[in-house]
């Protein structure tokens, strides 16, 4: 039985490609079905039940490896289903000569009311604020990015594909609760937008009112410079305390 074969994490073997490219076409079709705003939200429930017996149990295998022994380090989250999921309307903003749309956007509720009432306070504070970049990615959408760049772009290496992509439940913005809300100012600066690094969001009043006022709404920084995790800066990644 193919299915119950150990997995080689540097190399799947031919049976367990077979399982993994047949589960990323499934979850593919699953996820082209939707609309466009449903696709980011997609949930881990409704994903794994596009999946037939064999393939489930294949994606199940994989997804309840530690992405720790694939050298992965990041926490989990979490991937339930978020109690209520409230759609942000896409903003136009500047970016460079032309502009730029964030896209509908969802976040839990009661990390929406956070958001709304930090950015008013910012607004009347400095007299400028920051939108919702993107915030909600529903892990269903994740399960399906992990098996297309393992297919894809990784050669069906496990441990090479945990480098580029976490493992549904491991990402902050599919937490349904304590979720990462990344921000851009009116200017359309985040400092991860096109052309963009870092350091030109730092310098902006908008992060570093942020510094100093965030927790007071409960939002945290979770990726400051030189973080426990060893990720990168992220000054425009922000989660929401509960
Ligand atoms: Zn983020």
Known sequence: ??????????RLSDDHRRLA????????????????????????????????????????????????TLGFNGE???????????????????????TYETD?????KPAYEG???MAAAMKEEIGSTIYVDSAYRGPGRQAYLFFYELVEHCDYSL????????????SQHGDPVRTAIDVVNERGISGEGPGQKPEDFEREPEYRWLLENARRFNFELSYPRDNKDGVAFEPWHWRWAG
């Open 159 to 170: 441990r090479e594909n945990a480098r580029w992509i976490a493992m549904p439940g491991y």
């Open 104 to 108: 509908t956007q969802f976040v839990p």
């Open 21 to 68: 490219k047949s589960v990323y076409e499934t979850l593919k079709q699953f996820l082209d079905a939707l609309d466009d705003e449903k696709k980011i939200a997609a949930q881990y429930e409704d994903a794994l039940d596009a999946l037939d017996d064999e393939e489930r149990r294949f994606a199940e295998r994989i997804f309840a490896l530690d992405p720790k």
């Open 76 to 98: 989990f989250c979490g991937r339930e289903r978020p109690e209520e999921l409230v759609a942000v309307p896409s903003v136009t903003l500047p970016l460079g000569e032309g």
């Open 1 to 10: 039985m193919p299915m119950n074969d150990p997995i080689d994490y540097e």
């Open 115 to 117: 958001f709304k009432k």
